[in-house]
């Protein structure tokens, strides 16, 4: 990892940027999920912070691609991060109403949808394809680290502070979005034949550009992995809001799920620095779909548990393999997406999996009003369980066959 950011200063540039906004950020979560569930005490009304986002995502995604390509991506992160500094710090002035907070979390994902193909775009300029796989595990890792920072220092300020005071937790946010400008603001450009190469319009219309998009997932695999990534978005969607209500239902304070959090943010933290090397090597079926069964299990285990520590233990064990599933599932998709295309699938696939999120949400959340917490982490952990048993089926269909037309294609 280090070897990579010092040969290698506008990706730890963009790496630092993040780990920046990444600290700051658990303030804003935990508040708006934790006083927003205190406030109403009911999971339907707390999903709607996350059904308002996927909105966002789902409206602006595609098209935010399209533009991403036209643009600057270093200007597209700079000026993405000081919206998100002025939406998130005008929470501290405003009272704690689930219209404006749904409100601001639209907006919030709004601009997260040009930021996030944005950066993809940089990285695959700046990261050549036989380092991808170790700044995937680079960035996960080191925002991990300070996920488990993160979450215990919110614990701890926000249960120092009066409850009425707490809202200093969107000023901190505000702050470190703000830096987080700062470190990107200068980064070197594309070069004309870079930019060139990664989505110049060429004479073509938006909607020509845009249709562009749909193309990579004409590629057998990738096309297996990304409705594996659907499946998976279904079966965990408003599982931070569910953590939250299991925890608090089991006796336990509200804030305690900082904790669970932090112990997911070990286990990815593990893997990613000392995993690597190993399960790079496995088959693309185990990587993902392994992982994916792993994961439900661990839900599974978090449902049955009753004490705060074998929660957190389960959390660690899913971190682990939930480490393993992002940094191959990421990798495959930037080395595998043609990089012309690569701002338009991300901006794709995130509308693609914001509909899967409201799905997942409008499901979980109705499941929630009926039944306990407890049997909706028994639902999702199900639900993941399966995902990863028919995961490792498809794919490994889907590799046999693509590999038959490479060969059939070269006979």
Known sequence: MWTLIRKNRPFGRLLLSSLVSELGSHFTYMLMIVLSYEEHRSMVTTMGIAIASSIGALVFGSLAGVWVERWNPVRVMVVANLLQALLIGALFWLPVNMWIYYMVAFALA???????????????????????????????????????????????????????????????????????????????????????????????????????????????????????????????????????????????????????????SAGLILASVFGTKFFSRWPLAIRLGGATLAIGLCELWIGVSGSLLSMAAAAFVLGLFNSIYNISASTYMQVTVPRAQIGRFFGLMGSIFSTAMLLGLALNGLLGVFLTPQAVLYWTGGVLSLAGVLSMFVITIAERRYKQQMADTAS
């Open 110 to 264: 709004v601009v997260r949808s040009f930021l996030t193909p944005a950066w993809r775009k940089y990285q695959v300029h700046v990261v050549d394809e036989s380092d991808m796989m170790n700044a995937n595990a680079s960035i996960q890792a080191t925002r991990e680290s300070l996920k488990i920072i993160g979450p215990i220092l919110a614990v701890a300020v926000l249960g120092l502070v009066p409850k009425d005071s707490q809202v200093i937790g969107y000023l901190i946010d505000a702050v470190s979005y703000v830096l987080c400008a700062v470190v990107l603001f200068g980064l070197p450009a594309a070069t004309p034949t870079e930019a060139q190469a990664t989505g110049a319009s060429g004479g073509q219309s938006f909607r020509e550009q845009w249709a562009e998009g749909f193309r990579p997932l004409k590629h057998p695999i990738l096309a297996a992995v990304a409705g594996m990534f659907v499946l998976i978005l279904v079966g965990i969607s408003g599982a931070d809001v569910i953590f939250t209500a299991h925890v608090t239902a089991t006796g336990n304070e509200s804030l305690d799920v900082g904790y669970l959090f932090a112990a997911l």
